[in-house]
Structures are given as C-alpha cells and as structure tokens.
C-alpha cells in the first residue's frame, strides 16, 4: 500500500466491471482499509456491508475481509475489536497453510494484541514463528513485535530492535509497514528515548499516503494522549506460571 491513489484507481477500475463475488469483496475489502487510514467515517461500515457478498462456505473469503478489518480498527484504536477479529481470521487461515497462516494470521494478531497489551500472546507468537519460518518480510515482522514487546515490558533493548525493524522495513521498501513501526516505537517507548527523527519520518509517509487516523494516532504518541479509543486505557496483559 506505498502508493494508495494509484491503488485506489486501479481497484476503482476493476470494480467497476463484472467480478466474482469473491473478487469483489477481495478488491473492495483493501479500499475499505485505506478507507479506515485516511480517516473516512464509513469505513467500518464497508466491512459490514461486504460480509454480506461471502458464500456461507468461503472460509478463506471471510478470513481475509477479517484480516483486514482488523488491520483497520487497529489504526482507529479499537484495539479489542481488532484482537477480536484478527484471532477469528488466524484460526480460519490455519486450514490454508502454514505460511497464509503466518503472513495472514499469526503476525497481525501479534500486532493487535500488542497493541492490546497481551504482552504473553506477543511473546508466544514471536517464539512459534521465529522458531519455525523465516523469510525478509517475516522477519521484519517478528523484530517489530520483539522491538514493540520489550518497549511494553520497559526493556532497554527494545531501541536497538526498533532501530533493526525499521532498518529491515526500509529494505523491503514498504513506506507503510516502516511508519507503522515507528508510530509503535513512538507509542511504547518510554519518553526518555528520542524519537523525534523516526517520529518525523513515519509523519512524512503517512502523510504522503493521506492517513489521517494513523497521523492522528501518531500525534497521541508524541504528546503522551495515546489512549485505546473503546476504553480509557489499554492495560497489561499477562499471566505467570
């Protein structure tokens, strides 16, 4: 999503023509998230309104209009929606592979309930996909929930690995993914740390893209308002033993 207008024209494009249903809400569901990024007051309702198109038997289909209202709420700050929806869509996608799984299932809902603040969901994520897939774009992932779980948990380190993620993202050239992990970083690190270089860049990417809710959310961050807009707090997560 580097390049949302043009994303926006070409999936207006082929909307316009006679699709699948299954196409449609495909190509739909994606406008529908940048939609929700931009700020644009139906967006949820989109969502709504697409799971209606889904064969009571396309699993997948369902799955990943999930997936992505997920991906969403998160921008929006209805983080237990988004943990809600993203934990439905990872136990659908376990049916189509291990790696859909992972890229579609697993590491979204890792960010949702970091965000939640289900810090022991994070860490079991991290351990299971780091332990068993690799790959750039996995990796890059897997370091931003490792950078983002140590930040929750005040632990020094989580810097560097902000600073790794970020490095891996710029990389793989994803503007989007690269801003996102520096609004987290801006988000959970203690103010002490100077986030003012990363903080500027993620502003410029997101601003380039028009993403309204995620410069809104990342305004929050730098003036210590961040707050999950369904409840006063976003509180700790974790259990012993």
């Known amino acids: 999503m580097g390049h949302w207008d043009d994303l926006i024209h070409v999936l207006g ?9 299954d196409d449609r809400v495909d190509f739909a ?24 198109l889904i064969q009571p038997d396309d699993v997948l289909g369902e799955a ?27 136990h659908a996608f376990h049916s189509f592979g291990a790696l ?30 780091s332990a068993t897939f690799h790959g750039r774009r996995i990796d890059a992932m897997v370091e931003t929930l490792r ?8 632990q020094a ?7 790794d993620a970020a490095e ?16 987290e970083a801006a988000t959970f690190l203690s103010a002490r740390h100077d986030m003012v270089g990363a903080a500027a860049e993620a502003r410029t990417i997101f601003g380039d893209l028009g993403a309204v809710a995620l410069l809104d959310r990342l305004e929050e961050a730098l003036s210590g ?8 707090t976003s509180p700790i997560v974790e259990t012993t033993g």
């Open 13 to 21: 494009d082929l909307l316009g023509r006679d699709l699948h249903a």
């Open 29 to 52: 569901g994606s406008l529908a998230v940048v939609a929700a990024w931009r700020g644009e007051p139906d967006a949820i309702e989109r969502f709504t309104e697409l799971a209606t």
């Open 64 to 90: 990943a209009l999930l997936w992505r209202r997920s991906m969403a709420e998160l921008a929006l700050g209805r983080t237990e929606a988004a943990s809600d929806h993203a934990m439905v869509a990872d």
């Open 100 to 129: 859909t799984e992972v890229l579609d299932g697993l590491l979204p809902m890792g960010r949702a309930a970091l965000w939640l603040g289900d810090l022991e969901r994070v860490g079991q994520i991290i351990e299971d996909v």
């Open 147 to 154: 950078a983002g779980l140590g930040a929750r948990r005040g």
């Open 157 to 163: 380190e989580a810097v560097e690995h902000y600073l």
């Open 168 to 183: 891996l993202w710029r990389q793989l050239d994803v503007p989007v993914q690269l801003a996102f992990c520096q609004l």
């Open 225 to 232: 308002d961040v707050r999950d807009r369904d409840r006063a």
